[in-house]
């Protein structure tokens, strides 16, 4: 598959370029009604299995008809949905499907939140619409159940309860998913999703992610911390030192996540930081308690995180060397919004390609073709079915 080794990054930018939610038929908010512009994308194209895939999961020829969720064949990622990263979320899905080998054989697992401004079946009718052949199943995370272990972070995003979504996969996907893949919602794939759905979780390791040992591990704690020996000591009691690893990628043992408690123990860590603020940052230091040391190390590839920088100081940050499978813009900075900004760093035309939002529109309600791909102004209707 695609490998983006330095020379091929050159000639790209040389370019410039906890539950189900059943849904039915409902206006698509455009500029009239709701308000909410922000939902006009154009329709993917078509992603088909390649040679060797396992046959996609049935449903009677009609792809608008659920797969069953428990199909041994099918590649489960989960990400969040909501209105702010909406642009972002939707890149993502159609950057795994563009290079997926198997793209009929992958479902997406989209947690909404019950407060986000569009409501989940808005957003669910607003996935079918833009990806009509796409396996996915829409989940309302009750956000009062993280609420009140949620403190106070040196950025105030990093307190929405939508991040903390991730700790309770295990509880909000179907018992018979027993493996996922978490994905964030500002990165795209390069790469075929099958290669990391592929990756080993060996011994008692629930989580596999990149892992960055050069990283200096004691700034994500504070000093109060690293003094009290009886929170230190999770630690030192590691077979090895431990090592940061970004959790907006992770391969996930749904299977040993429940057993262990997992949840649990990452909510525990949230207490201990409401009475003793052991931490600065938000959802990262609880799964870097619970689980460095133990993670499977996945090759670096596979998150080159760090690209969005910092708005405020305009920095851009390069590539590492080496060959890139996925490309994650995590930081302040966000392609999307420095491409509307024309302020864009040269990477940002690397996530260009994915973006199928539509910023000329006639708001009339009539259908805009975009680029050969048909999309629905304000007001049209869409039907589907619950998955």
């Not at 199909?71 to 939707?90: C, F, K, N, Q």
């Not at 024309?342 to 975009?370: A, M, Q, T």
Request: hydrophobic fraction near 40%; aromatic fraction near 12%; proline fraction near 6%.
């Amino acid at each position: 598959m695609l490998r983006f080794h330095a020379a091929v990054l050159a000639f790209f930018l040389s370019l410039s370029v906890l539950f189900s939610f059943c849904h039915g038929t409902r206006p698509l908010p455009g500029d009239a009604g709701e308000g909410l512009s922000i939902f006009r994308y154009a329709e993917a194209p078509e992603y088909r299995n390649g040679v060797g895939c396992p046959a996609p999961p049935p449903n009677n020829g009609d792809r608008r008809r659920p797969v069953s969720i428990c199909d041994a064949s099918l590649v489960h990622i989960a990400m969040t949905l909501d209105s702010e990263y909406l642009r972002g979320s939707i890149a993502a899905v159609h950057s795994v499907l563009k290079h997926a080998s198997c793209p009929e054989n992958v479902f997406f697992h989209f947690i909404v939140a019950r407060s986000d401004p569009a409501s989940p079946r808005v957003l669910t009718q607003l996935v079918r619409s833009t990806f009509p052949s796409l396996n996915f199943k829409v989940y309302v995370f009750r956000e009062e159940s993280v609420k009140a272990l949620i403190s106070s972070s040196i950025r105030e995003a990093l307190e929405n309860p939508l991040n903390y979504a991730r700790n309770y996969l295990g509880d909000i996907l179907d018992a018979c998913v027993d493996r996922v893949i978490y994905l964030d919602s500002d990165l795209v794939l390069v790469d075929d999703v099958g290669k990391l759905w592929s990756t080993t979780l060996g011994g008692s390791r629930v989580v596999g992610a990149p892992e960055y040992c050069h990283a200096n591990f004691t700034k994500y704690f504070t000093d109060g911390f690293w003094a009290d020996p009886m929170l230190s000591r999770v630690f030192a009691a590691r077979r090895r030192r431990p090592c940061y690893f970004n959790t907006g990628v992770m391969v996930i043992d749904l299977v040993k996540w429940r057993e262990g408690k997992y949840r649990r123990r990452i909510e525990n860590w949230m207490e201990v930081q409401k009475s003793k603020r052991i931490y600065e940052l938000g959802s990262l230091p609880p799964f870097l308690l619970v689980f460095a040391g133990n993670v499977e190390g996945i090759d670096h590839r596979w998150n080159q995180h760090g690209l969005g920088g910092d708005n405020v100081k305009g920095s851009c940050r390069p590539l590492h060397p080496g060959p890139v499978s996925l490309l994650h813009w995590s930081g302040k900075g966000k392609p999307w919004a420095r491409l509307d900004a024309r302020k864009p760093c040269k990477l940002d035309f690397l996530w260009e390609p994915y973006d199928l939002f539509l910023h000329n529109n006639n708001g009339s309600g009539e259908d805009i073709r975009v680029r050969g791909r048909r999309v629905m102004g304000g007001g049209a209707s869409y039907s589907s079915s619950c998955l």
